[in-house]
């Protein structure tokens, strides 16, 4: 069974860090572009970063750019979305998703795994 699982959310004050992590079962992420993606209550499902298969392309939201890195690794199977100066308006429920792209990722790409979603919560 193909699954992807999300870890590392939580409750953080504004400026605080997070690391996410998404980890595959069933199936290897080499090869799949990765992204991430957000849903805070009463609002539309946004695209925050992707990377590609290969790891050479990556693309960022302009609300994370310059706070956010992510980054895969292949040998644990799992791809990282560390979220720095973290702000209450990066609150939401945060998904990630695989789709077989190897070159390139992009955030209005048809993604054809999705995992549960792991909730941020940021406020003081």
């Known amino acids: 069974q193909l699954q992807l699982v999300e870890s590392g959310g939580g409750l953080v004050q504004p400026g605080g860090s997070l690391r996410l992590s998404c980890a595959a079962s069933?199936?290897?992420?080499?090869?799949?572009?990765i992204g991430w993606f957000r849903q805070a209550p009463g609002k539309e499902r946004e695209g925050v970063s992707c990377i590609s298969g290969s790891g050479g392309t990556i693309s960022y939201a302009d609300s994370v750019k310059g706070r956010f890195t992510i980054s895969r690794d292949n040998a644990k199977n799992t791809v990282y979305l560390q979220m720095n100066s973290l702000k209450p308006e990066d609150t939401a429920i945060y998904y990630c998703a695989a789709v077989r792209l190897f070159r390139r990722c992009g955030l209005s790409d048809h993604y054809e795994y999705w995992g549960q979603g792991t909730q941020v919560t940021v406020s003081s």
């Open positions: 069933g199936f290897t992420l080499f090869g799949y572009a």
